[in-house]
């Protein structure tokens, strides 16, 4: 694992894995239930895509409502999901 590479989003305040971002935003109905079936990491890129949503600009959007991206440099060892409990390393 690269220190860039991006493995989890934070959303509404807590850290969340990609499988758990993505159920959180199709209960949101901002995505749809189809992306249960793509690629878990590149759907909040493709929502924020629709959305003009510019994620590498963190100042541009609120990460309460908006998954942040979380890099692998960022996340602690022993950071749980706020979804689903599990270690997101
Ligand atoms: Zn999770």
């Known amino acids: 694992m690269n220190a860039d590479d991006i ?3 934070t ?3 807590d850290i969340h894995c990609p499988l758990c971002v993505v159920q959180t935003m199709i209960a949101r109905r901002e995505l749809s239930p ?3 079936d793509g690629d878990a990491a ?3 890129d493709q929502h924020a895509g629709a959305n003009a949503i510019d994620r590498d600009d963190e100042r541009s959007f609120d990460s309460w409502d908006i ?3 979380a890099f692998a440099s960022e996340v602690q ?4 999901c706020g979804a689903c409990a599990e ?3």
Not at 77 to 80: A, F, G, I, L, N
């Open 77 to 80: 060892d022993s950071d749980v």
């Open 67 to 69: 998954p942040n991206i």
């Open 11 to 13: 959303l509404a305040g």
């Open 42 to 44: 590149a759907a909040p």
């Open 87 to 89: 270690l997101i390393i």
């Open 34 to 36: 189809a992306a249960r």
């Open 7 to 9: 493995i989890a989003h």
